[in-house]
């Protein structure tokens, strides 16, 4: 707790005891806004802002240790928990890179590189991939078993490039180049579903976009996910041009994690292949996935900042316009503090008091704020 604390003091720029003595009253079941209205002497005078921004933090680091000590006991009851393993899991400073270091140990339905490697196959795959100078063809000859399920040579290059594949989309390491590269390269391409340009006109400056993922504002962000949808448009990532038979920007981040790289070997084309197969069936279709829900959590929270700050413009607007306006604050109850304000700047403030009013046309209710009109006689 000490830890999350001292983390969201610094995020903040704000004393550990004050957000110490924050965490305890959101414990205690305190809401934001009455501990930013009533318990300032307690919390060191933090806003409205700070406070939220500290609540979400909370809630996320606890959750994030949450599943910290989850993870390290389901890699240790399965035997498979090293020193440093441990070590990277308890650095871990967000979900994302938590879920990747734990991806190689997730309980998982049974794949096409686990019956590989149930047939035997995994001698092939580590023979390939730590020597390109043998010949593919040759090597799998050895591993043909029907009782296995391997009926001939192509079956077992299949199953070897199986076992291979999951092993690199698994890479804790690799997927986190692959992420941040993405995030400052790539684009978000949307197009208009054949057939829907009537019905979706008014998604029509999206029928054919591209712009950049990192610098793509929230209401058009909203708007593109919005016409997806509702089946109008449709949504992709992509890096650069994309020319058919060019190698793509993370096919070479895959081939660099690995050591692979063609040199005319025997295995090179091979080991290539299964370079080109993880990047497209394995990594593209997560990373889009987990991208593109970033970009639609921080557009919604962003959304919500902006109407929020409008919200706040409006409730602190003059209810009646310029005219004098007579209100009360009934925090004090019964008794109430009542404030005349005058356009354009005088405003008169009584002790705490009953609250009566009377008029003409007889008693009216309390009320937060009554405008005053000239016939209107007050006690």
Known sequence: MDSINSRIAEELGVRPQQVEAAVALLDEGSTV?????????????????QLRHLEERLRYLRELDERRISILASIEEQGKLTPELARDIKLADTKTRLEDLYLPYKQKRRTKGQIALEAGLG??????????????????????????????????LEGAKYILMERFAEDASLLEKLRNFLKQEATISARVIAGKEEEGAKFRDYFEHDEPLKSMPSHRALAIFRG???????????????????MHPCEGM??????????????DKWLGEVVRWTWKVKLYTHLETDLLGELRDGAETEAINVFAHNLH???????AGPRATLGLDPACAPAARWRWWMPPASCWTTPPSTPMCRTTSGTRPWAFWLPCAPSTRWT
Do not use: C, H, M
């Open 254 to 267: 895959i081939g660099q994690q690995f050591g692979i790289q063609n040199q005319n070997r025997p295995a």
């Open 123 to 156: 001698e092939l795959a580590d023979g390939l991939f730590n020597d390109p100078n043998l010949a593919p063809e040759t090597e799998a000859a050895r591993f043909v078993d029907a009782e296995k399920g391997v009926a001939d040579v192509k079956a077992a």
């Open 228 to 246: 997806r949808n509702e089946g109008i448009l449709s949504s992709a990532l992509k890096v650069g041009d994309e020319l058919p038979g060019t």
């Open 33 to 49: 806004p009455f501990i930013a209205r009533y318990r300032k002497e307690v919390t060191g005078s933090l806003d409205d802002t």
């Open 313 to 319: 413009d409006l409730l602190l607007a003059a209810p």
